[in-house]
C-alpha cells in the first residue's frame, strides 16, 4: 500500500494560497500607496491573481470597494491612506496651532503697549518747553475801560 502523502499536497496548497494573498495585500499597498487607480482589475493585474478570486475574497473585496469609492468622490485628492493624517494627529496640530495664536496674540498685545508708551514719550518730548511760554517776569498793569 502506498504512503499517504495528502498533508504534503494540503501544506503546499495552504502556501500557496498565503503566498497568493500576500501577493494580493501588496499589491493593493502599492497602488494605495502610489496613489494609483484602485479596481479589482488593476489589484489582480498588479498581485498576478484573478479578478474573481478577489472577489471571494471578503475582506479584500471590502477594502477594495472602500478604497475604489473614495478615489471616486468627486473633489476628494488621491492621498494613499498611509500618508492621511490620523485624527489624533489632526487634534495635536489644532492644539499647536491653537497655542501659537495665544503666544501671537499676547506678543502682539505687548508691542501695542510698547509702541503706545513710545509715542507717548515722543509725544512729550516733541512740545515746547512749558516753563518756556510764561513770562517770568510780570507785565505792567492791564489798562482798564477808558
Not at 496651532?97 to 496674540?105: G, K
Amino acid at each position: 500500500m502506498p504512503a499517504d502523502n495528502s498533508h504534503l499536497i494540503v501544506t503546499a496548497a495552504r502556501r500557496r494560497a498565503a503566498a497568493t494573498r500576500r501577493r494580493a495585500v501588496s499589491a493593493l499597498r502599492r497602488l494605495d500607496t502610489t496613489g494609483g487607480a484602485i479596481t479589482f482589475e488593476t489589484v489582480a493585474r498588479e498581485a498576478g491573481v484573478s479578478r474573481s478570486w478577489l472577489y471571494n475574497q471578503p475582506d479584500l473585496r471590502a477594502e477594495i470597494e472602500r478604497l475604489r469609492a473614495r478615489h471616486r468622490v468627486p473633489g476628494a485628492r488621491s492621498v494613499p491612506d498611509r500618508q492621511r493624517a490620523s485624527d489624533a494627529s489632526l487634534l495635536r496640530r489644532l492644539e499647536a496651532a491653537t497655542q501659537r495664536n495665544r503666544q501671537l496674540e499676547e506678543e502682539n498685545r505687548e508691542l501695542r503697549q510698547a509702541l503706545a508708551l513710545a509715542l507717548g514719550e515722543r509725544r512729550t518730548a516733541d512740545l515746547p518747553d512749558r516753563r518756556g511760554d510764561t513770562p517770568r517776569k510780570k507785565s505792567s498793569a492791564v489798562i482798564g475801560p477808558c
